[in-house]
């Protein structure tokens, strides 16, 4: 089987058309992070406080937004979490404040704001972590332990935690649903409606981030793309020549900066998964770039009569047949997980789907095109008499290759 | 079958071995429930997959700094007033920021020799500069100071982490968090309820135990009123309390208490959760040889006189000195709870910070989401390793099986790195994975892709597998370092998860180096022995 024999594609020929693709594309992002979305960066990065909720029925939206406003959380953003069915809700406050304390306050204000009728003297079960119910179970003593009470509520309490949490999914619709729990003793799940009522919710997940670590990430993740970028050039540099490290990195600017202008678009978050789904694309771009850089260098070496936008031609159609392969077996990987990772995965692989499409196109549409016309303008500027005059010699490709 | 080709199985079957090793360890039993047992406990999981507290702290250093810089004072106004030297103030003119400088004021011009050799012989640590109007301004030296810092730092780590074991709580990452940012990283696993941990974390436990000079008065007017000219005395300060007993709860108590403190949180030996002569829940505590002496001392010529016991500069109980005491005492009062008793002794046992710390960040994950995510992960990547490893049967025949195998043993290589090194397996770590089988099946293209076009350029299959696979060769260096020089900028900036997704990636590549350039050759070779001269090669 075989997908590419012998294609013979004139792909400089097209460079006009891919960089009006590329340009429609940079643009729109770089209009939406200016004027539209802005860079929607995630919790991780601007800080906030970020509660996850999962509801025992079809949460109403609305209903929650006007239940916040009551509590004074204004204007928080609600949205629904991964699969309708899962009945889950994120609710994300956005910081206004600058003190910690007062991201900490958010997230017990939604519980509290949440928990409606709740009977006097009652605590929720569903939101109660194991050590509330074990000192509940401390002060009842319903098992009637003597000297190791504490080892043994410990465990009692955590087995209902586990049990509610991991096979229950969190949410218990009344607090029989706990008959079925291994190693609970009876008598403590028959002491525990006089001290708890169950909600219809339950808090899965919080994220509280101060506004301080966030600007500290923020600058990190800048520092690590260039740190990355910077990486590329030198070793580029090193092992073909300068420009081709040029290339290269243009060309991985250019993948992320229409990456992250399709976050932007899209309205996604950035978060700090996100932002490694980048920096991988950085290396994996480049994997690309490189293989026909490659292709380049050893050609040149053989085709030495030839105008350099043949061999370029050249090289991106022998290695064509390797680029779709890889892209699209790379690309299959990152479907399944965009598809099937499940919902904390879903910006992460989304950016990796974007990425390996932009990635592929640019190393035959940007990279290698860059080096002709890089080409085509020292071979121009050794024409005219001038002080740099004699740089290239006209007619053999100014770029060579260096020794393997 | 030549020798070397056997010398090269073998290193195969032993890396085999030696990673499935990595992975399993030796399970107890061979069935699939016994393998899982045995592989979740050679690789830890993240705290994004099995439920936890994830925190950042912020240690504020300046705190210790400026207990330096209080000391530094005091010995310089000591020796200042040795040598008789005049001076109109002394202050620390940059509390927020700088906390080490230290402002003197007014010091005639002829004493400028003596000031020098002072600073010099009883502050070495500081250097000194004239400033406009004789004055003179005294600041850490910048080695010192960071010295400092990072010690704070690392002392405030040391704390928290006796305090956390105390809390019981299994396998706890501690550790300093950023680059020089003085922060703290603590990730506590199966924790599903910070506020106690954060509460026993931040307490500062600064215990002292001071002379009380007055009160206890309803507000800071009434205590300085009853002062005999209006004004503190210099050796005395105002400290709040807690209400007196008899009072409504809400009710304000100040104290003046002597500025100095007879002992401190230093001399400590041992606290315990007890009970008062009321039943209510107090703390005890004993005090080491040294503190002992020094309290009997104080007691001794204050017999009739009040001690006050003071707790992160809250006095907690005022009690009469009947006879001298030498070494234990009691905290009380406050309204504790048992469970306050015992975290207080606890605290106290495990030593006082060196600064105060606030929160930056808190992540709780529950464990359902761990779980959600660990079977939406893992069954991606089944999905995904499937899609690949069909489509290279499909799509290279015969050489599809050899870089199956290659895939197969590159992800087995990938897991028992991570066991071997105790790597943590976060859910873009399991990202990792299934990126590193996208991105690993990449070298087995490149050179199929190469030996392809060598046969069509009329190669036989022997010469067409050699010039594949040195052409190719590289190309996969240069890939796989560019990639490895990402993931490696990941790892030094990243943090829990991303950290997690470097570490998987850089394994996975670098076990990809080995099984699709060795392995895969190796398989090529064996085929080819097999052939008659002139056979087609199924690729």
Same mark, same amino acid.
């Given at each position: 089987?075989? @997908?590419?024999?012998?294609?013979?594609?004139? /792909?400089?020929?097209?460079?006009?058309?891919?960089?009006?693709?590329?340009?429609?594309?940079?643009?729109?992002g770089?209009?939406s992070?200016?004027?539209?979305?802005?860079?929607?960066?995630?919790?991780d990065?601007?800080?906030?406080?970020?509660?996850?909720?999962?509801?025992?029925h079809?949460?109403?939206l609305?209903?929650?937004?006007?239940?916040?406003?009551?509590?004074?959380?204004?204007?928080?953003?609600?949205?629904?979490?991964?699969?309708?069915?899962?009945?889950?809700?994120?609710?994300?406050?956005d910081v206004?404040?600058?003190?910690?304390?007062?991201?900490?306050?958010?997230?017990?204000?939604?519980?509290?704001?949440?928990?409606?009728?709740?009977?006097?003297?009652?605590q929720?079960?569903?939101?109660?972590?194991s050590?509330?119910?074990?000192?509940?179970?401390m002060?009842?003593?319903?098992?009637?332990?003597?000297?190791?009470?504490?080892?043994?509520?410990t465990?009692?309490?955590?087995?209902?935690?586990?049990?509610?949490?991991?096979?229950?999914?969190?949410?218990?619709?009344?607090?029989?649903?706990?008959?079925?729990?291994?190693?609970?003793?009876?008598?403590?799940?028959?002491?525990?409606?006089?001290? /708890?009522?169950?909600?219809?919710?339950h808090? /899965?997940?919080?994220?509280?981030?101060?506004?301080?670590?966030g600007?500290?990430?923020?600058?990190?993740?800048?520092?690590?793309?260039?740190?990355?970028?910077?990486?590329?050039?030198?070793?580029?540099?090193?092992?073909?020549?300068? &420009?081709?490290?040029?290339?290269?990195?243009?060309?991985?600017?250019?993948?992320?900066?229409?990456t992250?202008?399709a976050?932007s678009?899209?309205?996604?978050?950035?978060?700090?998964?996100? &932002?490694?789904?980048?920096?991988?694309?950085?290396?994996?771009?480049?994997?690309?770039t490189?293989?026909? @850089?490659d292709?380049?260098?050893?050609? &040149?070496?053989l085709?030495?009569?030839?105008?350099?936008?043949?061999?370029?031609?050249?090289?991106?159609?022998q290695?064509?047949?390797?680029?779709?392969?890889?892209?699209?077996l790379?690309?299959l990987?990152?479907?399944?997980?965009?598809?099937?990772?499940?919902?904390v995965?879903?910006?992460?692989?989304?950016?990796?789907?974007?990425?390996?499409?932009?990635?592929?196109?640019?190393?035959?549409?940007i990279?290698?095109?860059?080096?002709?016309?890089?080409?085509?303008?020292?071979?121009?500027?050794?024409?005219?008499?001038?002080?740099?005059?004699?740089?290239?010699?006209?007619?053999?490709?100014?770029?060579?290759?260096?020794?393997? | 079958?030549?020798?070397?080709?056997?010398?090269?199985?073998?290193?195969i079957?032993?890396?085999?071995?030696?990673?499935?090793?990595?992975?399993?360890?030796?399970?107890?039993?061979?069935?699939?429930?016994?393998?899982?047992?045995a592989?979740?406990?050679?690789?830890?999981?993240?705290?994004?997959?099995?439920?936890?507290?994830?925190?950042?702290?912020?240690?504020?250093?300046?705190?210790?700094?400026?207990?330096?810089?209080?000391?530094?004072i005091?010995?310089?106004?000591?020796?200042?007033?040795?040598?008789?030297?005049?001076?109109?103030?002394i202050?620390?003119?940059?509390?927020q920021?700088?906390?080490?400088?230290?402002?003197?004021?007014?010091?005639?011009?002829?004493a400028?020799?003596?000031l020098?050799?002072?600073?010099?012989?009883?502050?070495p640590?500081?250097?000194?500069?004239?400033?406009?109007?004789?004055?003179?301004?005294?600041?850490?030296?910048?080695?010192?100071?960071?010295?400092?810092?990072?010690?704070?730092?690392?002392?405030?780590?040391?704390?928290?982490?006796?305090?956390?074991?105390?809390?019981g709580v299994?396998?706890?990452?501690?550790?300093?968090?950023?680059?020089?940012?003085?922060?703290?990283?603590v990730?506590?696993?199966?924790?599903?309820?910070?506020?106690?941990?954060?509460d026993?974390?931040?307490?500062?436990?600064?215990?002292?135990?001071?002379?009380s000079?007055?009160?206890?008065?309803?507000s800071?007017?009434?205590?300085?009123?009853?002062?005999?000219?209006?004004?503190?005395?210099?050796?005395?300060?105002?400290?709040?309390?807690?209400?007196?007993?008899?009072?409504?709860?809400?009710?304000?108590?100040?104290?003046?208490?002597?500025?100095?403190s007879?002992?401190?949180?230093?001399?400590?030996?041992?606290a315990?959760?007890?009970t008062?002569?009321?039943?209510?829940?107090?703390?005890?505590?004993?005090?080491?040889?040294?503190?002992?002496?020094?309290?009997?001392?104080?007691?001794?010529?204050?017999?009739?006189d009040?001690?006050?016991?003071?707790?992160?500069?809250?006095?907690?109980?005022?009690?009469?000195?009947?006879?001298?005491?030498?070494?234990?005492?009691?905290?009380?009062?406050?309204?504790?709870?048992?469970?306050?008793a015992?975290?207080?002794?606890m605290?106290?046992?495990?030593?006082?910070?060196?600064?105060?710390?606030?929160?930056?960040?808190?992540?709780?994950v529950?464990?359902?989401?761990?779980?959600?995510?660990?079977?939406?992960g893992?069954?991606?990547?089944?999905?995904?390793?499937?899609?690949?490893?069909?489509?290279?049967?499909?799509?290279?025949?015969?050489?599809?099986?050899?870089?199956?195998?290659?895939?197969?043993?590159?992800?087995?290589?990938?897991?028992?790195?991570?066991?071997?090194?105790?790597?943590?397996?976060?859910?873009?770590g399991?990202?990792?994975?299934?990126?590193?089988?996208?991105?690993?099946?990449?070298s087995?293209?490149l050179?199929?892709?190469?030996?392809?076009?060598?046969?069509?350029?009329?190669?036989?299959?022997?010469?067409?597998?050699?010039?594949?696979?040195?052409?190719?060769?590289?190309?996969?260096?240069?890939?796989?370092?560019?990639?490895?020089?990402?993931?490696?900028?990941?790892?030094?900036?990243?943090?829990?998860?991303?950290k997690?997704?470097?570490?998987?990636?850089?394994?996975?590549l670098?076990?990809?180096?080995?099984?699709?350039?060795?392995?895969?050759?190796?398989?090529?070779?064996?085929?080819?022995?097999?052939?008659?001269?002139?056979?087609a090669?199924?690729?």
């Amino acid at each position: 089987m075989e @997908f590419f024999r012998d294609v013979n594609i004139d /792909f400089l020929g097209k460079k006009w058309y891919f960089l009006a693709f590329s340009l429609v594309f940079s643009v729109a992002g770089v209009f939406s992070m200016l004027f539209w979305h802005h860079i929607p960066w995630g919790v991780d990065f601007r800080g906030g406080t970020l509660v996850y909720v999962k509801f025992s029925h079809t949460p109403n939206l609305n209903e929650i937004r006007r239940t916040m406003d009551r509590a004074g959380l204004h204007d928080p953003k609600i949205q629904t979490y991964d699969r309708p069915a899962l009945n889950e809700v994120l609710i994300d406050l956005d910081v206004r404040e600058t003190n910690e304390a007062a991201l900490d306050r958010g997230k017990l204000k939604i519980i509290q704001a949440l928990e409606t009728n709740v009977p006097a003297g009652k605590q929720d079960l569903n939101n109660a972590s194991s050590l509330t119910i074990k000192n509940y179970l401390m002060d009842k003593d319903p098992m009637h332990l003597g000297s190791d009470a504490d080892q043994k509520y410990t465990a009692q309490a955590q087995a209902i935690v586990d049990y509610r949490d991991k096979t229950l999914g969190g949410v218990l619709n009344s607090i029989d649903e706990l008959k079925g729990a291994p190693d609970t003793n009876p008598a403590v799940l028959a002491s525990l409606p006089d001290g /708890f009522f169950v909600s219809d919710f339950h808090t /899965f997940d919080v994220a509280i981030v101060g506004p301080e670590v966030g600007g500290q990430l923020r600058r990190q993740a800048g520092l690590a793309t260039l740190y990355s970028l910077a990486g590329m050039l030198v070793y580029l540099g090193f092992r073909f020549e300068w &420009i081709y490290g040029v290339a290269a990195v243009i060309t991985v600017f250019h993948d992320t900066l229409i990456t992250v202008g399709a976050f932007s678009l899209l309205k996604q978050d950035i978060s700090l998964t996100v &932002i490694a789904a980048i920096l991988t694309l950085i290396g994996y771009s480049n994997n690309d770039t490189i293989v026909v @850089f490659d292709r380049i260098r050893e050609n &040149i070496k053989l085709m030495r009569r030839e105008k350099l936008s043949d061999i370029v031609n050249r090289s991106i159609n022998q290695t064509l047949s390797r680029t779709i392969l890889t892209a699209g077996l790379t690309f299959l990987t990152v479907l399944a997980l965009f598809l099937f990772g499940g919902e904390v995965l879903r910006g992460f692989s989304l950016a990796l789907v974007i990425g390996i499409l932009i990635g592929t196109y640019s190393s035959i549409a940007i990279a290698a095109p860059i080096l002709v016309a890089y080409q085509d303008w020292r071979i121009e500027k050794s024409k005219r008499p001038g002080p740099v005059a004699g740089v290239g010699k006209p007619g053999k490709p100014a770029l060579s290759a260096k020794a393997k | 079958m030549n020798k070397p080709f056997l010398w090269r199985v073998g290193v195969i079957v032993a890396a085999l071995l030696f990673f499935l090793f990595g992975i399993f360890g030796v399970p107890n039993s061979f069935s699939g429930g016994g393998l899982l047992a045995a592989m979740t406990k050679r690789i830890n999981l993240g705290l994004d997959l099995r439920g936890g507290t994830h925190l950042i702290l912020q240690v504020k250093v300046n705190d210790a700094v400026n207990v330096v810089a209080q000391n530094a004072i005091e010995l310089l106004k000591e020796s200042l007033s040795k040598r008789k030297i005049e001076y109109t103030d002394i202050t620390q003119p940059d509390l927020q920021n700088n906390p080490d400088h230290i402002l003197l004021k007014g010091v005639q011009a002829s004493a400028r020799g003596d000031l020098l050799s002072i600073v010099q012989d009883d502050l070495p640590e500081y250097d000194i500069t004239g400033a406009a109007d004789n004055s003179w301004i005294l600041s850490m030296r910048p080695q010192q100071l960071a010295d400092l810092k990072n010690k704070a730092v690392t002392q405030a780590i040391e704390t928290i982490r006796n305090r956390i074991d105390a809390l019981g709580v299994t396998e706890p990452t501690i550790q300093e968090h950023g680059l020089g940012q003085y922060q703290i990283l603590v990730q506590l696993p199966g924790v599903d309820d910070p506020e106690r941990v954060k509460d026993v974390m931040q307490n500062t436990a600064m215990l002292e135990i001071k002379q009380s000079l007055g009160g206890p008065y309803p507000s800071e007017q009434a205590a300085m009123q009853a002062q005999p000219s209006g004004i503190l005395p210099a050796d005395a300060m105002l400290l709040p309390g807690h209400s007196a007993p008899g009072a409504g709860p809400d009710e304000e108590a100040w104290y003046v208490v002597s500025r100095v403190s007879a002992v401190s949180g230093k001399d400590l030996r041992d606290a315990q959760a007890s009970t008062d002569q009321n039943g209510q829940p107090s703390v005890s505590f004993t005090l080491t040889g040294e503190g002992g002496q020094r309290f009997y001392n104080f007691t001794s010529a204050h017999v009739g006189d009040s001690l006050a016991v003071v707790l992160d500069n809250k006095v907690q109980e005022v009690a009469n000195i009947k006879e001298p005491i030498r070494d234990t005492g009691e905290i009380s009062g406050g309204r504790m709870s048992e469970q306050q008793a015992k975290d207080l002794s606890m605290i106290l046992r495990s030593g006082a910070l060196p600064a105060g710390i606030t929160y930056l960040e808190e992540r709780t994950v529950g464990p359902s989401l761990g779980a959600d995510s660990i079977r939406a992960g893992v069954r991606a990547a089944v999905i995904g390793m499937l899609a690949v490893l069909f489509f290279m049967l499909i799509y290279y025949r015969g050489a599809g099986i050899n870089a199956d195998v290659a895939l197969i043993l590159n992800l087995i290589i990938l897991l028992g790195f991570m066991g071997y090194f105790g790597a943590v397996l976060t859910l873009p770590g399991i990202a990792g994975v299934i990126l590193t089988v996208g991105m690993g099946v990449d070298s087995n293209v490149l050179i199929f892709e190469r030996i392809r076009e060598e046969l069509r350029n009329g190669k036989t299959p022997p010469s067409a597998v050699d010039q594949g696979f040195s052409h190719a060769w590289i190309t996969i260096v240069d890939t796989h370092v560019t990639t490895i020089v990402s993931a490696a900028i990941l790892f030094i900036f990243g943090t829990g998860p991303v950290k997690g997704f470097a570490t998987t990636l850089t394994f996975g590549l670098l076990a990809n180096l080995f099984t699709a350039v060795f392995v895969s050759r190796v398989i090529f070779d064996y085929v080819l022995s097999r052939k008659q001269r002139g056979e087609a090669l199924s690729i």
